[in-house]
């Protein structure tokens, strides 16, 4: 059996055991009537905010795209971004995501592959640091509270820290002298692959500038707020309590544990997360995973939209996918 469907299967099975051991820590029976409890019409309501997070950031993709003067149609990265996430989904990785999404935006343009994988990786990046920006502004308003979980605070902003700083610094080695769009110094290695990281490093080079950054910035923002509501929702549904300041004090956390290899179509790990974090505001654990697991199941459905968008808009081919992650000659200027 191959390496990868080894690393596969334990990714399945952990995430199965996870979510098994939260299951039955919370108790089945209170999960199950917590869920059945929940109001349809929230649920339906937090579908749609779902929704409309994904398309917004969809145009968020498309701006920083645009921005290195890299002209495509919206349509092609909407389909990119469903449509991937459709595959992705299939792959118990965040990463396998963000490749499907790039390797299908290059079999619908003649952008290279590297371009959209590296500005996929740009919106994920500008998108963690407003989630960590929004999180310490969070954190110094809620810790006056005197119910306040310290330890949970000082560990988000610590973090949000961490990756704001993290992404200024990179900023700066990006913008600084000696940075060229085609031939980024200090990239190690020989032949085709020295030529991707080169390729790969020239696109990340190439961030918006001005009102540009300040466009994406605040779309990342906007979706960001749309995803943060749709958990409002979710909670309120399940007769939860909580502020919107106290919720975005755990994005980062939450966030960061979502993206960890130990969960598949983000049931397990989130699960696990969200109870504990939650709890730390006064949630109860049924409430939170009754919560969790909905959250989960909208995203499922949500790739079910992607599916329906692969069968409609023209199926992409697995040869075609696997000829678009080949690297190119030269990365277009």
């Known amino acids: ?19 098994a051991a939260i299951v039955a820590h919370v108790g089945p029976r209170a999960v199950a009537v917590q869920l059945g409890s929940m109001d349809k019409a929230l649920v339906a309501l937090a579908l749609a905010l779902l929704v409309c997070e994904s398309l917004v950031r969809a145009l968020n993709w498309y701006q920083l795209i645009c921005s290195g003067a890299r002209r495509v149609a919206l349509r092609t990265v909407a389909y990119a971004h469903f449509v991937g996430g459709f595959f992705g989904a299939l792959l118990p990785s965040t990463l396998g995501t963000d490749v499907a999404r790039s390797a299908i935006g290059t079999t619908r343009s003649k952008l290279p592959v590297e371009a959209w994988l590296a500005t996929t990786v740009l919106l994920n990046v ?33 973090i949000s820290a961490s990756v704001l700083l993290a992404v200024v610094a990179s ?4 913008r600084g002298p000696g940075r060229t769009r085609t031939s980024p110094a200090g990239v190690p290695g020989t032949g085709k692959l020295k030529k991707r990281l080169q390729q790969f490093l020239a696109a990340l080079v190439m961030l918006p500038r ?48 979502a993206v960890l290899p130990i ?41 079910g939209i992607g599916c329906v968008t692969y069968v409609a808009g023209g199926r992409v081919s697995l040869p075609a996918l696997a000829a678009a992650d080949r690297p190119n000659e030269k990365y277009p200027a």
């Open 171 to 174: 900023w700066a080695r990006a």
């Open 263 to 303: 969960s598949v179509l983000g049931f397990g790990g989130f699960q696990a997360i969200s109870v504990f974090l939650l709890a730390q505001w006064g949630v109860p654990p049924e409430q939170a995973l009754a919560v969790s697991l909905v959250q989960s199941g909208l995203a499922v459905l949500l790739h």
């Open 1 to 19: 059996m191959r390496r990868s469907t080894l690393t596969r299967l334990a990714k399945i099975v952990l995430s199965v055991a996870l979510l």
């Open 126 to 158: 500008l998108s963690l640091a407003v989630i960590a920006a929004l999180a310490l502004i969070a954190c110094l308003w809620a810790v006056r509270r005197p119910d306040a979980p310290v330890a949970t605070l000082l560990v988000s902003a610590a």
């Open 210 to 257: 001005g009102w540009k950054m300040a466009s994406v910035s605040l779309v990342a923002t906007l979706s960001y707020a749309l995803r943060s509501l749709g958990w409002l929702v979710l909670l309120a549904a399940a007769g939860a309590q909580i502020s919107w300041a106290a919720l975005l004090t755990i994005g980062p956390l939450i966030t960061l544990g």
